[in-house]
């Protein structure tokens, strides 16, 4: 299980940082995703790490705004959001993959999301 926390409402150019707990499997077996969908759009892949935080990638548009992380001992996941744009505004998901990808279809876990809205 999955289950993310920390989304809420943010002006422009506000920080976040959401978490994502979980249980049920073996944490530290699994690469970690943060995964978004905005409004009337699809869903977009946002960033991932490995098993033990050794590697990230990022979509290109949350470059140097976002930084994925993860505690191991806590079985959690993080996401710090800076310099936040309207078009930030989405759910947010993590997920879950025995492999260091960007793709859906090896996502074994979802959460349930958090929405984060970015306005003034």
């Known amino acids: 299980q999955l289950v993310e926390s920390g989304g809420g409402l943010v002006q422009p150019g506000g920080s976040l940082r959401l978490s994502c707990a979980a249980s049920?499997?073996?944490?530290?077996?699994?690469?970690m995703s943060w995964v978004r969908q905005a409004p009337g759009k699809g869903l977009e892949w946002v960033s991932v790490?490995?098993?033990?935080?050794?590697?990230?990638y990022y979509a290109e548009s949350m470059k140097g705004r976002f930084t994925i992380s993860r505690d191991n001992a806590k079985s959690t996941l993080y996401l710090q959001m800076n310099s936040l744009k309207s078009e930030d505004t989405a759910v947010y998901y993590c997920?879950?993959?025995?492999?260091?990808?960007?793709?859906?279809?090896?996502?074994?876990?979802w959460g349930q999301g958090t929405q984060v809205t970015v306005s003034s």
């Open positions: 049920g499997f073996t944490f530290d077996d699994y690469a």
């Open positions: 997920a879950a993959s025995t492999v260091v990808t960007s793709l859906r279809d090896y996502y074994d876990y």
């Open positions: 790490i490995s098993w033990n935080g050794g590697t990230t």
